[in-house]
């Protein structure tokens, strides 16, 4: 059993009111980075949110799957605020994955896994 999450602002919130599943997913996080630029939150404000979420994603009791977009990788934006988005949502992407135990791009459907921790990983000795 999963709950969706589609929370224009306050992701934090939503996620930690979620009861009796076994995982969350939340969609997405381009849209909330997009809700919260367009409410007029400064680039400080919203990696606040950002870092309180990831925070959060460690002490949840089931899991969490975020979903995202990949801007930076497209077209030029030729405006400022279209700069500025792309820019704050590669640092939101930036700093949800190096907090997340795994992360998948995926590209026409087919998954690429660029991180994958194990919570059971031997760490190496020396002899």
């Known amino acids: 059993h999963w709950t969706t999450v589609e929370e224009p602002f306050d992701v934090e919130a939503r996620l930690s009111a979620v009861r009796g599943s076994d995982a969350a997913v939340v969609d997405c996080v381009t849209v909330w980075v997009s809700n919260l630029m367009l409410r007029g939150d400064a680039d400080e404000a919203i990696l606040a949110a950002v870092d309180r979420l990831a925070r959060l994603l460690s002490g949840l009791p089931f899991d969490v799957t975020l979903v995202s977009n990949e801007v930076g990788a497209g077209v030029y934006p030729p405006t400022d605020v279209g700069l500025r988005f792309r820019d704050v949502l590669g640092v939101v992407n930036q700093r949800l994955a190096a907090a997340a135990d795994r ?10 896994t660029l991180k994958a921790l194990t919570a059971h990983a031997t760490p190496v000795q020396a002899p």
Not at 103 to 112: E, F, I, R, T
């Open 103 to 112: 992360v998948v791009l995926m590209v026409a459907g087919l998954p690429l």
